[in-house]
């Protein structure tokens, strides 16, 4: 059974964990699309080095510019689990209920 919000029975419910998730997710995607980005200017493919190479530096480039997107989204988390959630676990996305428990 689908958990439910108290107040208008949605179940288009978010908890903290959950949001928290999102939102490192969605730091490390555009992390790497920013290293993909770059990679893909008129400079980048102007030296002749095998392409194994060039692969190489992207992947390492990519996951390098996604751990710094994800270290730099940990003060946004924090600011959401405070201003959003705020002392509760919970957040229904339709009406903005905020709460502890579920009903099941």
């Not at 995607?29 to 770059?38: D, T």
């Not at 990679?39 to 992947?59: C, D, H, I, R, T």
């Not at 924090?78 to 209920?97: K, N, P, V």
């Given at each position: 059974?689908n958990?439910?919000?108290?107040?208008?029975?949605?179940?288009?419910?978010?908890?903290?964990?959950?949001?928290?998730?999102?939102?490192?997710?969605?730091?490390?995607?555009?992390?790497?699309?920013?290293?993909?980005?770059?990679?893909?200017?008129?400079?980048?493919?102007?030296?002749?080095?095998?392409p194994?190479?060039g692969?190489?530096?992207?992947?390492t480039?990519a996951?390098?510019?996604?751990?710094?997107a994800?270290?730099a989204?940990?003060?946004?988390?924090q600011?959401?689990?405070?201003?959003?959630?705020?002392?509760?676990?919970?957040?229904?996305?339709?009406?903005g209920?905020?709460?502890?428990?579920?009903?099941p």
């Amino acid at each position: 059974m689908n958990p439910h919000c108290l107040i208008c029975e949605s179940s288009a419910i978010l908890s903290q964990d959950n949001a928290k998730a999102v939102v490192k997710l969605l730091a490390v995607l555009n992390g790497l699309a920013r290293e993909w980005q770059k990679s893909q200017s008129p400079a980048s493919g102007l030296n002749a080095e095998e392409p194994m190479v060039g692969m190489l530096k992207q992947v390492t480039g990519a996951v390098v510019s996604a751990a710094s997107a994800l270290r730099a989204s940990d003060a946004f988390i924090q600011d959401m689990h405070t201003y959003q959630f705020g002392a509760f676990t919970y957040l229904c996305l339709r009406c903005g209920a905020l709460f502890d428990a579920l009903d099941p």
